[in-house]
DNA sequence: GCCTTATTCAACCAATCAGTTGTATAGTGA
DNA sequence: TCACTATACAACTGATTGGTTGAATAAGGC
């Protein structure tokens, strides 16, 4: 059985495609087969196919089995805990800003010190 | 129109290299330079420095100068945006789960009735 | 002015990736 | 059975990626 959980790598490696990200968008509004999810794009079907396996491995989306379409439809558990992921992960940063914040109140080494790098030739 | 606004498809995949969320992780905690964040991996400086290369081109870390030192740190507002695509993302997908459970009213987790188009035969 | 430290740039390499075409499998309907 | 539809598998290709080594750049200390 291939990681049915969530596996962040191919999660976010999922996600990180804008043509897999608009097939999840799709998928949001309810399950499509895969000519279905192919036809807004100019993509071969086995292009498409292919996306779908990789939203799949990742966790985030389920085939299903009607006659010889197999539609796809989301995972909503995946998606929640990747959202869950990065929510833990902001708290951490902000809090993490706090603190930062308290320490340096006015002194520290400015935000962007514009070094205007003159580039030396060879 | 912010054009530093978050990149989906880069955020995404600088995140979906483990290595970078360590890093980022570690970012978390405060400011490090590339020595710092590079002792715990078994990695050259180099490839560090091109870590943090990807993340910065995410909008997710910004770097500073201090001395020859140029230490790293998170952009919060990335990471927000970021959350925030996924959480409405989320609630898209939600929605569209009780709509289908309307319809369908079955167990999720069988394979076989996943569409109101059912047509199956045999 | 050298050294030393911190970091990046440049070139390269192997592995992976997103796409293709062509073929094969699975299921329906006659 | 045979034709048709929907999808997957296999092999290939060019681009990208994660890593390396080696050299260059930037800044401070002596």
Chains 1, 2 share one sequence.
Do not use: C, N
């Amino acid at each position: 059985m291939r990681t049915t959980a969530l596996d962040l790598d191919a999660a976010f490696g999922a996600l990180s495609d804008p043509t897999r990200r608009a097939i999840v968008s799709r998928l949001a509004r309810g399950p499509a087969t895969v000519g279905e999810l192919a036809e807004p794009f100019d993509l071969t079907l086995q292009a498409v196919s292919k996306h779908l396996a990789v939203l799949t491995r990742a966790g985030l989306v389920e085939r299903g089995r009607d006659a010889q379409r197999r539609p796809a439809r989301l995972s909503g558990p995946a998606l929640g805990d990747l959202t869950g992921w990065l929510l833990d992960f902001r708290a951490h940063v902000t809090e993490g800003y706090e603190r930062l914040d308290a320490l340096l109140a006015d002194d520290p080494q400015t935000p962007s010190p514009p070094t205007p790098r003159a580039r030396r030739k060879r």
